[in-house]
């Protein structure tokens, strides 16, 4: 079992950074997957970011050059570093890791864009 629980969610203007925090309630390091979703009203949820357990990582096109996605295995927990942010960023996000072909959530966290 694990927990995932985000944090850094809140209003933001356009143009304007973020950082969300994803601290997990166990041992990240030996994670195979780590990811960020988000989910915007009335639309499907999307990966916006993954980073592997080597660090290597990758990002929606969507989010590309204005996104970073790391962790920090010493404290469990996996950031999503967001600049230059757009209205259309506006979402709840989710934290997610996968442990033995097992999926985990967080409960989310909103990031409001205003233009």
């Known amino acids: 079992q694990m927990q995932l629980v985000e944090s850094g969610g809140g209003l933001v203007q356009a143009g304007g950074s973020l950082r969300l925090s994803c601290a997990a309630s166990?041992?990240?390091?030996?994670?195979?997957?780590m990811a960020w979703y988000r989910q915007a009203p009335g639309k499907q949820r999307e990966r916006v970011a993954v980073?592997?357990?080597?660090?290597?990582?990758n990002y929606a096109d969507s989010v590309k050059g204005r996104f970073t996605i790391s962790k920090d295995n010493a404290k469990n927990t996996v950031y999503l570093q967001m600049n230059s942010l757009k209205p259309e960023d506006t979402a709840v996000y989710y934290c997610?890791?996968?442990?033995?072909?097992?999926?985990?959530w967080g409960q989310g966290t909103q990031v409001t864009v205003s233009s």
């Open positions: 997610y890791a996968v442990i033995t072909l097992r999926q985990y």
């Open positions: 980073i592997w357990s080597e660090s290597s990582t």
């Open positions: 166990r041992s990240i390091g030996s994670i195979a997957r």
